[in-house]
């Protein structure tokens, strides 16, 4: 389980041909062999590290039903991504309940300034806009974020510098595809809604 407090940016080292060897600032001493990592909000695991080089890198492997549901498929070689570690029993749980199982694939229709914010507009799947509300929780490329407004299938949030700065979230463009992950427990009361009608 994950929070969707970004704690890395992490850059793709190489693309294999069953997944990804990944750069990272975490030290590899404390990455384990079968852990789960989030990156840019997917949940994969852990199966080699190597600690020798000035930065330390970790391999995952990926199903194709992995890249056929999120952005993976097109990852390259130096493409920066966001990294989560597991919370741990006793963590502050500074965003929500964030499960690492992406629904779908959102893309960025306009970025406005806001201050010294920025307001990001979506296009999500149809079939995920029920579970998207206003001022509830949503996760995109693995980063915990508050909706603004929902309009059918679109929606908003505002990113504040700090994200901005600590995420990949400064290096959006228009057009680029997210990786989203509905709030946990819109998706169970909407399931739970369906049983009583």
């Known amino acids: 389980m994950f929070t969707g ?12 041909e ?43 492997d990926v199903s194709n039903e992995t890249r056929s549901k999120t952005t993976l498929g097109s990852w390259q070689a130096g493409r920066k991504v966001n990294l989560e570690r597991p919370v741990r029993v006793g963590d502050e749980l500074g965003g929500h309940v964030v499960s690492g199982h992406v629904d779908g694939i959102a893309e960025i229709i ?32 693995g980063t915990s974020l508050t ?15 700090h994200t901005l700065t600590s995420t990949t979230w400064g290096g959006k463009n228009i057009g680029d595809l997210i990786n989203l992950e509905v709030d946990l427990f819109a998706r169970y009361v909407a399931r739970l809604m369906e049983f009583r009608a």
């Open 5 to 16: 407090i970004v704690s890395d940016i992490a850059t793709i080292k190489e693309r294999l």
């Open 18 to 60: 069953g997944g990804f060897e990944i750069a990272c600032n975490y030290p590899a001493a404390s990455i384990n062999l079968g852990a789960s990592i989030s990156c840019d909000g997917v949940c994969l695991t852990v199966t080699a590290k190597d600690g020798s080089k000035s930065k330390s890198t970790f391999r995952v």
């Open 110 to 141: 306009d970025i406005t300034e806001d201050g010294a914010c920025q307001r990001f507009s979506f296009s999500a799947p149809e079939h995920l806009a029920l579970y998207i509300a206003p001022k509830g929780s949503i996760a995109l490329d």
């Open 147 to 161: 909706v603004n407004e929902v309009s059918g299938n679109r929606f908003g949030v505002n990113i504040i510098p």
